[in-house]
């Protein structure tokens, strides 16, 4: 695994209704050197991508107001942030969920639990 201070001024935003999740994943990211800040909302979350611009978007699916396939169209379409890598969590891990987490425009699309060597990894593979 990389050092952390490779990975200073990449910013990561976490987008989770669970607060112990949201919070457990900050913990593990910051501690890899990222800078990450947390939403629990799907409008949450779009606002703090438009003013943090971060390098990668992890979302979960289902979120209480905007579900995680509106918010990634919607950073998709508006090109905010710009090419950004957007990475979809979920309970969820049928085919037809991943391909409807591409088709909104996520990059990935990784079933909860995530192996933290895998979001990891996700993390540091290049957008588009």
């Known amino acids: 695994m990389d050092s952390p201070a490779e990975h200073l001024q990449r910013r990561v935003l976490v987008v ?28 949450q979350g779009l606002e703090g991508a438009r003013r943090l611009q971060p390098h990668v978007v992890v979302c979960d699916i289902g979120l209480p107001d905007t579900d995680g396939y509106a918010v990634g169209s919607m950073l998709r379409q508006s090109g905010q942030p710009q090419r950004a890598r957007l990475i979809a969590l979920t309970g969820h891990g049928e085919p037809e969920d991943r391909r409807r987490a591409l088709a ?20 540091e593979t290049e957008t588009r």
């Open 16 to 43: 989770e209704d669970s607060r112990d999740y949201a919070e457990s994943l900050r913990r593990l990211l910051e501690l890899c050197g990222y800078e990450v800040v947390v939403t629990h909302s799907g409008q």
């Open 104 to 123: 909104a425009g996520f990059d990935q699309h990784l079933v909860k639990p995530v192996d933290a060597k895998v979001l990891l990894l996700e993390l």
